[in-house]
C-alpha cells in the first residue's frame, strides 16, 4: 500500500484519532515548546491530509470531505497562531496542557464533520464538548468569572449527550444500524414514528452541541472566556462541526420521515433559522466583547444556514454550505483579530482594545475591516453569495418572513460592521489600553487564509459552490 | 479603439488612478499630475465611448461571474453612457480643483483624498456602465465606500459624525432593502439584466410591482429623498472637493441616476402596475423638494444652505422618473426631464460647491451675512456662483430650465397639475434663496472691517469653477444630440 494510498484509507482515522492522540500525550507529557512543534506539525499534518483527500478526485462523502477541507484550513492557520498567545497567556507548565486539549477538542470537531456512524458522532461531540469545557476552565484562576462558562459547557456537553444517544438508540431500535445511510434505506421505504421521534432528539441535541439559536447563549458564553490562544478552535471550528453534522442529520430526517413530517421539520428548521438570524445578529450589536460578537455572529450565519436548508432542494442545501463556510472565514478573521489587538491577554476581549487598531496593525486591521465588511452580506465577500442563495430559496419557497430575518440580519450587520470599523480607524487608542502587542505575524497565515477566502470566493464563488453542490447532491439525492 | 476596448479602460483606469496616486504621494507636483491626468484620460475614455454609441456601436463586456449568470457585467446603454461622461468630465474638475484646493489649504493627506476620489469616480462610471441590478448593486456599495473618506476627510468630530451617518446609512438602506428587492426581481423576473421597457414589465403582480418600488426607492439612499435626505444636510460641513464630489458628482448623483434607471430599466410600462407607489413616492418627492427649499432659507451658511438646494433639486429627479410616461403617451416626458434634470444637476451644484469652496478658502467667510461685497473682489468665482444659482432656479438658457418645463410636460401628461405647480414654486424658491445672496455680494457695498485681498483663490481653482459655470449653457447646443441618444428610454423621441 502506497503512502497516498494509506492516506486516502485512513483519512478518517488520522484527521479525528491523531489530534486526540497528541493532544492527550501534549497534556500528560510534554513542555511548551514541544507542544508548540507537536501542534505545528498536527495542523501541517491535517491540510496534508486534507489535500491529498481534496486532490484525489471524488469522495463518496463530499459533504465530510468539503467540511474537512474547510475545518483544517480554520485548525492549522489557528494552530500556527497559538503557541505565541498562549505564551502571554499561561506560564509554562499550563501551556501544553491548554494545546493538548485544543488538539483533543479539534480531533473530536474533525470526527463530528466526517463520520456517518451516529453513536460514533455522538461520542466525538461529547468529547470535543468536555474538551472545550476543560480548556475553558484553564482560565479560572485568572478570573472566577470562566466557572460558570466552563461548568455549564459540561452541562449542555452532558444533555445533549444524552437527548442525542436516545434518539440514536431510537433509530437503532427501528433501523438496526447505527450509519446514516443504512438507517435513511431501511426506514425510507416505511416512515414510522420512532424515526420520526429519533431525528427530532437527534436535532434538538445537535442544535445544542452547534449553540444554534435558541440554544446559542452558552456557545457565547464559553467564547468570551475561552484562552485567546485557542480560540478559534472552540468558536469556530468545534461549532461549525456540530453544525455539519446537524446539516447531515437533517437530511436524515427528510428521507426517513414521512412527507407531513418532513414538512413540519423543515419549517421548524426554518422557525429556528428566522429566530438564531435575528437573535445573534441583534445581540451582536450590544456585545461588548469581540469574541462574543463573533460568536454571536457565527450564530447568525448558522441562522441563515438553516433558512436555505430547510428551504429545500439541492439549492437550499447549496446556500446552507455556502453560508457555514463564509461565516466561518469571517469568525476566523474576527477571532484571531481580538487577539491581536489585546496587549494583556485576559479571559475577556472587550472591544475597547479594538480602538486605534489601524493605525498600530494595519494589516490586522485591515483583514478585520474584511470580515466586518464579510458580516454585513457586501458584495464581492463570500458571504454575500451565500446570503443571495439564501434568500433566493427562501423566497423560492415562498417564505417572505424568513427572507425578512435575513434582511434584518444584514441590516443589524451594518450596525456591527460600522462600529468595528469606527473603533479601528476613528477612535485613538487610549494608554489604559496600551499598544497592540508584537508577534502578529503568527496571525498571519489565520489573517491571510480568511481574507483569501472571503475576497476570492466573493469575486467567483466557483470552486465553492461546486464543491457545495456536490454535498447537497450527495445529501439530497438531487440529480 | 473598439467599444469593448472602451469599457473595459474606463472599469480599470480609476483603479489604476487611485494606487499610481498613492504610491506617487511624494513628490507632490508628481502627485497632482497623476491626479489630473488620471481623471482627465478617464473624462476622455467616457467622451469616446458616448461618441462611438452615438455612431451605433454597441458593447458589453463581462468581468466575473460570481455564481452562474450573476454576472459583473457592463454595456453600453445610452443613458448610462451620457451619465458615465457626464460624471467622468465634471470628475475632471473636480481633480483639477482638488489639487488647487489641497494646496490653498496644506491639506495633510492629499494623496489619500485623491486615491478615494479616482475610486469614488471609477464606482460611478461602474454603476453608470452596469449592464444589470447585480452590477449596480456592487458599484453602489463600493461608492458608498469609497465616498466615506471623503467627506470625513475633514479631521473634526462633526466631519467624521457625518460620514459614518452617511456611511451605516447607505450601507444599511442598500442591505435592508435594495438587495431584497434585487433577489426578489431576480426571482420573479429570472435575470437582472437592464432591459429598455422593462425587465419586470408583464412578470410581476400590482402588488409586488408596488412593494418593490417602495423597496428600490428606499433602497436607494443616496437619491435622498425624505427622510435619508439627512446624509446630505449632515454631510453640508465636508471640505469644498468633497461636497463637490459627492453632492455633484458620485453619490448624490448616482442616487438620482438609480431611481432613473430602475423607474425605465427595470419598471418600464410596470410602473403602471405599481401606480399606488409610484405616486406615493412622487408625492413624496414633491414634499422634500417644497420642504428642502423653504428650510433653505433657515440656513445662513453657504454650505448647507446648498445641501438643502441639493435636496431639493434631486427630488425633481425621482418626480421626473416616477412621472414616466403617461399611459398611451406617445413620449417618455417624465423620464426625459429625469434624464435632463440629472445632467443639468451635476453642473450647477459642481459650479456651486466649487464656487462657495473658492469663497471659503479664499476670504475664510462661511456665511452669506459676510458675502456683502465680496462679487468685487472675486468677480470669475462670482459670476460663476451666478450661474450655479440661475441654473438651479431654472432661468433660461441655463441647464436647469429644460428640465422644468419637460417636468411640467410630464406632469400635465398624467393630469398631476399639483405636481408643475409645486416644480415652479420650488423654482422660484431656489431663485430666491441662492440669487438674493449673490445679488447682495455683487452689488451691496463692501463693510468697511472687511480686509479681503483682491480674488486670492489660485487659478487651480478659478479654472474648474469658471469651467464648471460655463457648463450649465451647454444643455442649450447639447440638448439635440441628447434627445437622441435617450430614445430608448421609452420607444420614441420625446
Known amino acids: 500500500m502506497s503512502a497516498l494510498e494509506f492516506i486516502r484509507t485512513y483519512a478518517a482515522t488520522l484527521l479525528s484519532l491523531g489530534p486526540i492522540a497528541v493532544g492527550v500525550a501534549l497534556t500528560v507529557l510534554a513542555g511548551a515548546r514541544m507542544a508548540v512543534a507537536a501542534s505545528l506539525a498536527v495542523a501541517l499534518g491535517i491540510v496534508g491530509v486534507a489535500l491529498v483527500l481534496a486532490l484525489s478526485g471524488a469522495s463518496a462523502d463530499p459533504l465530510g470531505a468539503g467540511a474537512m477541507a474547510l475545518l483544517a484550513v480554520v485548525a492549522a492557520t489557528a494552530l500556527c497562531a497559538a503557541g505565541p498567545v498562549l505564551s502571554r497567556e499561561f506560564d509554562r507548565r499550563t501551556q501544553p496542557i491548554a494545546l493538548g486539549l485544543a488538539l483533543m477538542a479539534l480531533g473530536a470537531a474533525l470526527g463530528a464533520a466526517q463520520t456517518r456512524d451516529l453513536l460514533r458522532l455522538v461520542i466525538f461531540l461529547m468529547t470535543g464538548g468536555i474538551a472545550v469545557a476543560a480548556l475553558t476552565s484553564l482560565s479560572v484562576a485568572r478570573e472566577r468569572a470562566v466557572a460558570p462558562a466552563a461548568f455549564t459547557a459540561v452541562l449542555v456537553t452532558v444533555c445533549a449527550g444524552a437527548i442525542a444517544l436516545c434518539g440514536v438508540g431510537l433509530f437503532y431500535a427501528a433501523a438496526g444500524a447505527f450509519d446514516v445511510t443504512a438507517i435513511a434505506t431501511s426506514l425510507s421505504a416505511s416512515p414510522g414514528r420512532e424515526g420520526m421521534v429519533a431525528a427530532a432528539l437527534l436535532i434538538a441535541a445537535l442544535v445544542a452541541f452547534a449553540g444554534v439559536a435558541p440554544a446559542h447563549g452558552w456557545a457565547a458564553d464559553v467564547a468570551a472566556r475561552t484562552p485567546h490562544g485557542t480560540a478559534s478552535i472552540v468558536i469556530v471550528v468545534a461549532r461549525i462541526a456540530a453544525f455539519v453534522a446537524l446539516i447531515r442529520v437533517y437530511g436524515l430526517t427528510q428521507a426517513v420521515t414521512g412527507s407531513g413530517a418532513a414538512t413540519a421539520f423543515a419549517l421548524g428548521c426554518a422557525c429556528l433559522g428566522a429566530i438564531g438570524v435575528v437573535a445573534g445578529s441583534l445581540q451582536a450589536i450590544g456585545a461588548s466583547d469581540a469574541r462574543r460578537l463573533a460568536a454571536h455572529a457565527l450564530t447568525a450565519q448558522f441562522g441563515c444556514a438553516l433558512i436555505g436548508l430547510a428551504a429545500g432542494g439541492a439549492d437550499g442545501a447549496v446556500a446552507a454550505l455556502f453560508v457555514v463556510a463564509a461565516g466561518a472565514m469571517t469568525a476566523l478573521a474576527l477571532v484571531v483579530g481580538a487577539a491581536a489587538a489585546r496587549p494583556q491577554l485576559g479571559a475577556a476581549a472587550p472591544m475597547s482594545a479594538l480602538d486605534g487598531l489601524a493605525a498600530q496593525r494595519p494589516f490586522v486591521a485591515a483583514a478585520m475591516g474584511v470580515a466586518a465588511f464579510g458580516l454585513t452580506g457586501a458584495p464581492l465577500t463570500a458571504a454575500f453569495l451565500g446570503k443571495w442563495l439564501s434568500i433566493e430559496a427562501a423566497l423560492a419557497r415562498g417564505w417572505y418572513w424568513a427572507a425578512a430575518a435575513i434582511v434584518l440580519a444584514s441590516f443589524a450587520a451594518v450596525f456591527v460592521a460600522g462600529q468595528i470599523i469606527e473603533r479601528m480607524y476613528f477612535r485613538e487608542r487610549s494608554a489604559q489600553i496600551g499598544p497592540a502587542p508584537a508577534g502578529a505575524l503568527s496571525m498571519a497565515p489565520a489573517l491571510l487564509a480568511a481574507v483569501t477566502a472571503t475576497l476570492v470566493f466573493g469575486w467567483n464563488g466557483a470552486a465553492p459552490l461546486e464543491a457545495a453542490r456536490l454535498a447537497a447532491r450527495a445529501m439530497t439525492g438531487a440529480p | 479603439m473598439s467599444v469593448t476596448t472602451l469599457l473595459s479602460i474606463a472599469i480599470v483606469l480609476p483603479l489604476v488612478h487611485a494606487g499610481l496616486v498613492a504610491l506617487a504621494s511624494r513628490p507632490p507636483g508628481l502627485r497632482d499630475v497623476v491626479h489630473i491626468v488620471g481623471a482627465s484620460a478617464l473624462a476622455l475614455v467616457c467622451v469616446l465611448l458616448l461618441a462611438s454609441v452615438g455612431q451605433g456601436d454597441a458593447g458589453r463586456i463581462v468581468a466575473a461571474e460570481p455564481l452562474p449568470g450573476l454576472e459583473l457585467a457592463f454595456n453600453t446603454e445610452p443613458l448610462g453612457v451620457v451619465f458615465a461622461a457626464v460624471a467622468a468630465g465634471l470628475g475632471a474638475l473636480c481633480a483639477l480643483y482638488t489639487v488647487g ?83 426578489w426581481t431576480s426571482v420573479v423576473a429570472g435575470t437582472l439584466e437592464f432591459a429598455a421597457g422593462g425587465l419586470l414589465s408583464g412578470r410581476v403582480s400590482p402588488l409586488a410591482a408596488n412593494v418593490l418600488l417602495v423597496l428600490y426607492v428606499l433602497g436607494i439612499g443616496m437619491a435622498a429623498l425624505f427622510p435619508a435626505h439627512r446624509w446630505i444636510t449632515a454631510a453640508s460641513g465636508a471640505s469644498a472637493p468633497a461636497s463637490a464630489l459627492v453632492f455633484a458628482v458620485t453619490a448624490a448623483s448616482v442616487g438620482g441616476f438609480g431611481v432613473l434607471r430602475i423607474a425605465a430599466y427595470v419598471f418600464g410600462p410596470a410602473l403602471h402596475d405599481a401606480a399606488i407607489a409610484a405616486n406615493g413616492v412622487l408625492a413624496l418627492a414633491i414634499v422634500t423638494l417644497l420642504g428642502a427649499s423653504l428650510a433653505a432659507f433657515g440656513r445662513r451658511n453657504l454650505s448647507e444652505r446648498l445641501s438643502y438646494l441639493c435636496v431639493a433639486q434631486l427630488s425633481a429627479i425621482t418626480a421626473g422618473a416616477m412621472l414616466g410616461p403617461a399611459e398611451n403617451a406617445q413620449l417618455a416626458a417624465g423620464w426625459f426631464a429625469a434624464a435632463l434634470q440629472l445632467i443639468a444637476y451635476g453642473a450647477a451644484t459642481a459650479t456651486l460647491c466649487f464656487a462657495i469652496g473658492a469663497i471659503e478658502a479664499a476670504s475664510g467667510f462661511k456665511d452669506f451675512d459676510d458675502l456683502a461685497g465680496l462679487g468685487r473682489k472675486m468677480p470669475w468665482v462670482f459670476a460663476a456662483l451666478a450661474l450655479g444659482a440661475l441654473s438651479f432656479a431654472g432661468a433660461p438658457p441655463l441647464a436647469g430650465a429644460f428640465p422644468k418645463l419637460w417636468l411640467m410636460i410630464a406632469a400635465a401628461d398624467h393630469g398631476a397639475l399639483w405636481t408643475g405647480l409645486a416644480i415652479a414654486v420650488g423654482a422660484l424658491l431656489s431663485f430666491a434663496a441662492l440669487t438674493a445672496p449673490v445679488a447682495r455680494a455683487l452689488f451691496a457695498p463692501v463693510p468697511t472691517d472687511h480686509e479681503v485681498a483682491p480674488d486670492r483663490a489660485p487659478l487651480l481653482i478659478i479654472v474648474p469653477t469658471v469651467a464648471a459655470g460655463a457648463s450649465t449653457l451647454l444643455l442649450l447646443v447639447w440638448l439635440h444630440p441628447i434627445t437622441a441618444f435617450l430614445t430608448n428610454l421609452r420607444g420614441g423621441s420625446p
Open chain 2, 101 to 183: 484646493w489641497m494646496r490653498l489649504t496644506r491639506d495633510p493627506a492629499p494623496a489619500r483624498f485623491m486615491a478615494f476620489a479616482a475610486l469614488a469616480l471609477g464606482a460611478t462610471v461602474g454603476v453608470a456602465l452596469a449592464a444589470n441590478l447585480f452590477t449596480f448593486f456592487v458599484f453602489y456599495e463600493a461608492l458608498s465606500i469609497a465616498t466615506f473618506p471623503l467627506l470625513a476627510h475633514r479631521s473634526n468630530a462633526g466631519a467624521g459624525r457625518a460620514a459614518a451617518f452617511y456611511l451605516v446609512l447607505m450601507l444599511a438602506l442598500a442591505m435592508g432593502a435594495l438587495l431584497p428587492a434585487i433577489i
